[in-house]
Structures are given as structure tokens and as C-alpha cells.
């Protein structure tokens, strides 16, 4: 029979050795069950393969976190984001974005990166926009449309690109809307540079979608035709949805990847995206540049109203 001593010291390590497991499994379904975030984003973001580039970079200090992305226009986005039906919204509309905030639907208000819009057309430039202001060239291109020399496409959805070109026409004095060469596709950034590809027409793009489908080969009639000027500033924001229902996990997970986005390696992410393949990165990094930015993010909703 096995001495009292030597059973107790057994039963011991056996009771602690089950205790171990415990702690052990109990671990691993805290830290390694996903955590599930929803993200609405505008086309261009999502389209020319940026947000899979960060994410794939968060990843590797979050495997657990699994990113849902709805790729929509921003008045969409911002749409889910009023239902509860995402916990994150990037956006590049700041006059819909300021409606959002008043409500309280979007906190944190966070800028993260920039581009620009451009006006892009056929090769032959029927309208000779080629290095006028944004103004002029919406007025030739309007009045080269009339004489029914060309065509323009607009988007049509509420997104961030639409939202721009209405305030652009706006600022023309000008009404291109129920004319027959007014073409609206109602979809997104990719498909609308498409159709303009094929009916050789005017519209305008966020540079970053422009130059992936360009630097692919699948817009050889169009050019970029006018990108200069402070009404063509692109500023991408990120938020937080206030309705959403989040649990606290979520809510960590979403303040992380808000805190990636901003850091070092997620500007210089930013920075280097596109570079290698188009010779140019497709955006840039708000770093260092969060003042001036926030200013006419504001100017552009003023300009707006």
C-alpha cells in the first residue's frame, strides 16, 4: 500500500495539475475567441486594396480580430451607422459627416489620411480643360456638353465623390441635372470611371481609385485632366458609432485599431501604399498635417451650407 505521505503529495499534483488545465483553457477562450468589428467605408478606400493592407498589418498583433468591411458611398455608410448596423465609419464627405456629428450618431472624429479629387476626361479634351482651375473646367466641360460634344458621368449615390461634384457645380452656378448627357451610374467609384472609360465622357474621381484602375490597364481612353486646387482636397475620416451595440471587447478592439491607424506604422503604411506598383502613393498620411487638414475639413463644410 502506498505510504499516506506519498498519496497526499500525488493527489496534490494531480489536483494542481487540473487547476493548470482550467486556468489554461479558461485563457485561451478569453484571448483567442474573435472579436467581430464591423467597418462601413467609402469605395475608394476599400477598392484599391488600402483597408486589406492595414488590416493585414493589424492582424499580426491582433489575431484574434476578424474586420468585416461594407464598402458603400459615405452617404451610405453613414446610413448604417444611424441603423446600429456597424461600430466603425470611414468616411470623406465632411459636410454629411457634420449632420452625423450634430446628431450624435459618430464620435471621435478622427482624420487619417488625404488625397485629392480630379477631373478626368478623354484624350481629346473636347472641352479643353486641361490645367484650368476646377470652376472653369466644370463650366467648359458644361457648356462642350451642350453643344454636344461630350458627355459626364456622375456617380449619383450620396458618396463623398458625388457630394464634392454637386458642390462643384454649385459653385459654377451652374444646373447639369435632367440634361440628356448627364449620365448618373448610381454605383460605385470603379464602375462609374468605367462607364466613363467606355462612352469617353468627363467625371470625377478620388486620385487613388483613378490611378489603381489606370495602372492596371483598364482605363485607356481617360486622362487625368485637372488636380490642382484647394477644392479638390480629399480628407478621409475615421469615427466611432455611438449606436451601436458594442460590448466591451468590441470596444477595445475598435479604440486599438483607431490607435494603429494613427501611429508611426500605420502612417507610414499609409504613405507607402501604392508606390511600388503606380510610382505614387495612392494617399498620404494626415501626420503632421492634422491642423491644416482639420481646418478645411471645416472650411468644406462651412462651404457647404
Not at 488545465?21 to 462601413?40: E, H, P, W
Amino acid at each position: 500500500m502506498m505510504p499516506m505521505n506519498e498519496r497526499k503529495v500525488k493527489y496534490a499534483l494531480a489536483l494542481s495539475i487540473i487547476l493548470l488545465m482550467g486556468i489554461a483553457s479558461t485563457y485561451y477562450f478569453l484571448y483567442n475567441q474573435s472579436v467581430k468589428i464591423r467597418i462601413s467605408t467609402t469605395t475608394s478606400l476599400y477598392a484599391t486594396g488600402l483597408l486589406d493592407y492595414l488590416y493585414d498589418e493589424f492582424k499580426e498583433n491582433h489575431s484574434n480580430v476578424v474586420v468585416q468591411f461594407i464598402a458603400v458611398g459615405s452617404g451610405a455608410a453613414l446610413k448604417l451607422a444611424e441603423q446600429g448596423d456597424v461600430d466603425m465609419v470611414f468616411v470623406h464627405a465632411p459636410n454629411l459627416e457634420a449632420d452625423y456629428i450634430k446628431r450624435g450618431i459618430i464620435t471621435n472624429h478622427t482624420i487619417f489620411a488625404y488625397n485629392y479629387f480630379i477631373i478626368v476626361g478623354p484624350k481629346s479634351d473636347p472641352a479643353h480643360i486641361a490645367n484650368l482651375t476646377p470652376i472653369e473646367a466644370m463650366k467648359s466641360i458644361y457648356n462642350s456638353c451642350e453643344n454636344g460634344q461630350a458627355l459626364f458621368i456622375s456617380r449619383g449615390d450620396q458618396s463623398g465623390t458625388h457630394q464634392r461634384e454637386l458642390l462643384l457645380w454649385n459653385l459654377s452656378g451652374l444646373n447639369p441635372f435632367n440634361k440628356s448627357w448627364y449620365i448618373e451610374t448610381g454605383s460605385g467609384m470603379s464602375e462609374t470611371l468605367l462607364v466613363a472609360n467606355e462612352k469617353n465622357a468627363y467625371t470625377i474621381s478620388d486620385i487613388g481609385t483613378f490611378l489603381k484602375l489606370k495602372g492596371d490597364g483598364r482605363l485607356p481612353n481617360l486622362v487625368k485632366l485637372v488636380d490642382k486646387g484647394k477644392i479638390l482636397i480629399n480628407i478621409y475620416s475615421a469615427y466611432i458609432v455611438e449606436t451601436a451595440k458594442t460590448n466591451s471587447d468590441t470596444q477595445k478592439v475598435i479604440k486599438s485599431l483607431m490607435k494603429f491607424i494613427l501611429s508611426d506604422t500605420g502612417q507610414e503604411l499609409i504613405g507607402s501604399f501604392g508606390v511600388d506598383k503606380y510610382g505614387q502613393p495612392l494617399f498620404y498620411p494626415a501626420k503632421g498635417h492634422e491642423d491644416e487638414l482639420r481646418e478645411i475639413w471645416q472650411w468644406f463644410v462651412d462651404l457647404a451650407k
